[in-house]
């Protein structure tokens, strides 16, 4: 009964079951191309990421995604390419989707450029009926064949950046082609770098999501940089969770880096689960100078 009842609160709180928010990951914390095209080949040479988030332990059929995402920028000058593959299990349906990224940049002056960003791409859904445990032995309502629904979507955004500061603007999904247009989502986000010493940097920044008829999602967080080596940071969803996270350039060449977070739970959930787990592992292929800010976003 304990997991029929986790089970339900599981599909009362997805908001991917609704089709409301896009999947929210704290992922994006550690690498903006997650969330806004337009950040494509920022750091100029080849950057890969690998990801995955484990989300409300001890619940049953709870949400878990699996991504990979890499950027670079190519010739002519100012132009990015990239791609996404991101795969989502949560209960009884399983989503997976292929994005190619194309981003430019305009410089403004010396100190500031201004990018724009689309990410068309394949999303296949899939309802996996044999999950399902039915209360009647033997019923044969879910005895069909698993449904399955195949999208092309498009995403978008606007990235304006200086070595100090950054605002971005973008929506997971301007274009849905499977006939069910969802109502346009918004996510705007920015960030500030200040200098506390030669070794410290502290870079406070936020996240808000608006969509047509569901409560705004508002991120504020605070991330501290050691020797350009340890970021260590905290954050606050609101209704939602309280998220710790770091991460730590783990070689000399400052090329491979490793990070994690965890969402502690703060809402109703909070009792049926014991919080979310992300780990993130991302290589770095060129020099670190050759990015705008190579360290802090």
Do not use: C
């Amino acid at each position: 009964m304990k997991k029929l009842y986790a089970i339900l609160i599981v599909i009362m709180f997805s908001n991917d079951f609704f089709g409301q928010h896009s999947t929210l990951t704290s992922n994006y914390l550690l690498n903006i191309f997650s969330i806004n095209p337009a950040y494509a080949g920022q750091r100029r040479s080849l950057d890969m990421t690998l990801f995955y988030r484990k989300q409300w332990l001890g619940a049953t059929g709870t949400p878990q995604t699996a991504s990979i995402l890499g950027s670079m920028e190519i010739k002519p000058k100012n132009l990015s390419i990239g791609f996404q593959y991101d795969n989502d299990n949560i209960g009884f349906t399983n989503t997976s989707a292929i994005k190619i990224a194309l981003s430019y940049r305009l410089k403004i002056d010396k100190k500031r450029k201004l990018a724009f960003g689309i990410m068309p791409g394949y999303r296949k859904m899939f309802y996996d009926y044999r999950k399902l445990r039915t209360t009647t032995q033997g019923d044969g309502t879910f005895d069909i064949d698993a449904p399955t629904v195949n999208s092309f979507i498009s995403s978008a955004g606007v990235f304006y950046y200086s070595k100090k500061m950054y605002i971005g603007v973008s929506s997971p999904e301007l274009l849905n082609l499977n006939g069910n247009n969802p109502s346009v989502e918004l996510n705007l986000i920015a960030g500030y770098v200040f200098k506390l010493s030669n070794s410290v940097v502290m870079k406070p920044s936020f996240l808000i999501r608006e969509i047509k008829n569901s409560p705004t999602q508002i991120d504020i967080n605070i991330t501290t940089y050691f020797n350009e080596d340890l970021g260590i940071g905290l954050a606050y969803r609101n209704k939602d969770a309280l998220v710790a996270y770091f991460d730590w350039v783990i070689d000399k060449d400052k090329k491979f880096k490793v990070g994690y977070a965890y969402d502690y739970s703060i809402g109703t959930i909070r009792k049926y689960n014991s919080g979310s787990h992300e780990i993130m592992l991302n290589y770095f292929f060129g020099k670190l100078s050759y990015a705008p800010s190579p360290r802090f976003f």
